[in-house]
């Protein structure tokens, strides 16, 4: 065998040993730069408007939970709080009165139904008292009256005897005694009728008394009746003041909300950074008028980055949540940052997409697709933060 058949063979033996062992090197390791570091991004927006007082940030500053990063003008909102405490006094004075206002209501209600049924008995009364004079004037007018009749008819025949006696007289038939005792009685008479009419006139004058009396007295009772009607709605009346009671606790739960609101309002005039983190984006200065809702800046956590890295769907037939991982990052010149999966996507990228592909409207071409898998730094391979949010990286998975 010759020397250049050897080197042949040779040249074909180390390609085959270099084959196998770059196979034996890359089995169970899934690899893709389709990755890229990922964190949360929170934007700060403003949750009032005014005028920016002051900017306690700067670009790229690093922040930790609770600090102030703005403070927008509080003098309207100090002025709204005030205005709503006051409202919130004057509802709960009213409330308290409508309170005191319900048993003062329901005893004098009570009161009133009574008062109203004693008023409407003594008006009946009154009026029974006021018939029984009528019936009792109309009898005195009889009795008058009879007697009128008896002194007149008594005037009339004396009358008569004067008349007769005094002819008689003149002819000396009888006495001047006779005749003086007749004149007497004549003028005895005409008194007694006077008196019968005086009589008459009195019973008459007593009806009109008794008349007038009864009316009244119907006029009483019928006020009696009134009164004890509008008495008797007592019931509805209480019912109003108590409405009108829980109207006004409504009012002071209202005016309390206010009053809630207007704190927060202030509250939110000094704008505090939610998480710890690095201001970016900083979108404000002082003096700037700022509206809610505003975008004023971004906060990134640089403390809880993780990567994605978009392997392709034939990549994952022995990927797990909890097998290793290997980041190289491009910024650092393939520097590597240890990790694992934490988690696989539920679909692929392009369904997630503004866009999702429909495969069953018109010709068809088949595309490997890619599956975003979630890749968390182990602890403390990032402790000065080097990574940033949109660097490229080398994902390498190890699925044995």
Do not use: C
């Not at 074909?12 to 890229?36: F, H, N, P, Y």
């Not at 006094?89 to 309170?99: I, L, N, P």
């Not at 392997?311 to 520097?335: C, H, W």
């Amino acid at each position: 065998m010759n020397t250049r058949i050897r080197i042949a063979i040779g040249a074909v033996l180390i390609a085959v040993l270099a084959t196998s062992a770059w196979l034996w090197a890359t089995a169970g390791r899934e690899t893709t730069d389709d990755a890229q570091v990922d964190a949360h991004v929170t934007p700060i927006a403003a949750r009032v408007g005014g005028t920016v007082l002051e900017v306690r940030v700067k670009e790229n500053q690093q922040v930790e939970a609770g600090a102030v990063l703005a403070v927008i003008d509080p003098r309207d909102y100090q002025v709204a709080l005030e205005k709503a405490r006051a409202e919130l006094a004057t509802a709960e004075a009213d409330a308290a009165v409508a309170k005191v206002n319900v048993p003062i209501t329901s005893t004098a209600a009570t009161s009133n139904v009574s008062t109203a049924r004693g008023g409407v008995a003594q008006a009946e009364a009154s009026v029974d008292q006021a018939q029984r004079g009528i019936e009792g004037a109309d009898a005195r007018l009889v009795t008058a009256q009879a007697r009128q009749r008896e002194a007149e008819a008594n005037a009339t025949r004396t009358a008569k005897d004067v008349e007769r006696f005094k002819g008689l007289l003149a002819k000396d038939e009888i006495s001047q005694q006779q005749y003086d005792a007749a004149v007497a009685a004549a003028d005895g008479a005409r008194a007694a009728t006077d008196s019968a009419r005086s009589q008459v006139k009195e019973a008459q004058s007593g009806i009109q008394v008794a008349q007038s009396q009864l009316a009244q007295a119907r006029a009483g009772s019928s006020q009696a009746t009134a009164q004890l009607e509008n008495a008797q709605s007592a019931p509805q009346q209480i019912a109003a003041i108590r409405a009108r009671a829980a109207s006004a606790d409504a009012k002071v739960m209202q005016q309390r909300a206010a009053v809630q609101e207007a704190e927060l309002n202030l509250q939110y005039a000094i704008v505090k950074a939610p998480t710890k983190g690095v201001v970016s984006k900083k979108g404000i200065e002082v003096g700037q008028v700022v509206q809610p809702g505003q975008p004023l800046m971004v906060l990134v956590p640089l403390e809880d980055v993780w990567v994605t890295a978009n392997f392709k769907e034939t990549q994952l037939s022995n990927m797990r949540p909890g097998q290793p991982a290997i980041v190289e990052v491009d910024a650092y010149g393939g520097r590597e940052f240890k990790g694992h999966i934490e988690s696989l996507a539920a679909a692929t990228g392009s369904r997630f997409s503004l866009l999702p592909p429909e495969n069953a409207t018109g010709n068809f071409v088949k595309v490997v697709q890619r599956v975003p898998v979630h890749i968390v730094i182990d602890e403390k391979q990032d402790a000065q933060q080097l990574l940033r949010p949109g660097m490229s990286v080398t994902a390498k998975v190890y699925t044995r």
